[in-house]
């Protein structure tokens, strides 16, 4: 696949073809999926320069997931709750304990370069002291 040039895509582009009348969704047969034609029209929004072979194979591949896609629509999940995980999640947390840490000093004896009881460190976004 390759990038087609801004000349190669300006006379095949139509503005019409963003209103296309063949909006109920449906592809070839009446499925969800794509047609060539759809293939080759998104290609085009793309930029993509497809062979016809690879419409072909593209529409195929698009078509099946769409129909795979279609069918976990049929499902009958009026009985299920809306969730956002399959599975129930517990937060592990643990008591919130105060324990003692080390002293600033101590700390800050250890630490490369300190300055007003701070840390300091070399500057990173080139602004002006």
Known sequence: MSTPSPQETTGSQAPAALGREDTTGLGRGGTAGLGREDVAHLARLARLALTDEELDHFAGQLSAVLDAVAEVGKADVDDVPPMTHAVP???????????????????????????????????????EE
């Open 89 to 127: 999640l517990t937060n592990v947390t643990r008591e919130d304990v105060v324990t003692p840490s080390l002293p600033r000093d101590v700390v800050l004896t250890q630490a490369p370069a300190a300055e007003d009881d701070r840390f300091r460190v070399p500057q990173i976004l080139g602004e």
